[in-house]
């Protein structure tokens, strides 16, 4: 699976809308982008995904480059409860082992401010 | 509740100890997942099953066994642990085949080692 590189850190005042940038240089064309976010000690929370169209649901919107080789988690109205780590994750979706196995990085962490 | 149903939240075993922890999921998912997060690390699989099968195990020690013995119940049985086995410990599921490999994951077990 392809390796994605982010931010250690980032900060958004509440209200603000919150982008947080995930480089995945050598994604393969069958690889799609993951986000997941995980708010202290709980588990990791599913927030969407996409191949190469732009995404959006009621949690975020994923714009991803036209080459994938990036792709950006648009959190349009940040509150405090949005203060998580979020992981920006590549892997293919189907064929190959017959389970998703998603491999976790460190992950931006996000601080949501007053 | 996500739908991944982990218990207990919290222990505290000492080294010499046998206990179990237990996850319980009716999503109709047919594959689960224990991953291991210790502090400022990022998540790190222990073992999958798909379809009740195990087919990954990553180099965990053998104080860690884990048992699956349907697809909606996943138990991770612990003995002789030592004091850096204190983490959070997640479970997580999912659709083993298909095009979607999203993850639900589990509030997850404190578990502590004295």
């Known amino acids: 699976d392809a390796k994605t590189t982010q931010p250690p850190s980032m900060d958004c005042a509440e209200g603000r809308a919150a982008n947080l940038p995930c480089n995945h240089s050598t994604i393969s064309g069958n690889e799609y982008v993951y986000w997941y976010r995980q708010i202290h000690s709980q588990g990791p929370q599913y927030i969407i995904h996409?191949?190469?169209n732009n995404e959006t649901n009621e949690m975020a919107s994923l714009i991803i480059t036209e080459d994938r080789k990036s792709s950006t988690l648009i959190l349009p109205h940040a509150t405090l409860r949005d203060t998580a780590v979020y992981y920006c994750i590549v892997r293919v979706a189907s064929g190959g082992t017959s389970y998703g196995k998603l491999t976790f990085g460190q992950g931006t962490i996000l601080t949501v401010h007053p | 509740e996500t739908g991944v149903t982990q218990t207990p939240r919290h222990l505290v075993m000492g080294m010499t100890n046998k206990k179990s922890l237990k996850c319980e999921q009716h999503l109709g998912h047919n594959a689960m997942y224990w991953y291991k997060q210790s502090a400022k690390k990022p998540l790190e699989l222990m073992f999958v099953y798909s379809l009740e099968e195990r087919v990954e195990n990553n180099s965990v020690p053998s104080r860690f066994s884990p048992e699956c013995p349907n697809s909606s119940h996943l138990f991770l049985h612990l003995h002789t642990l030592q004091p850096e086995d204190s983490a959070l410990y997640l479970c997580a599921s999912s659709q083993a085949q298909g095009q979607y490999y999203g993850y639900t994951f589990g509030s997850g077990t404190r578990l502590t080692v004295v």
């Open positions: 996409g191949l190469k």
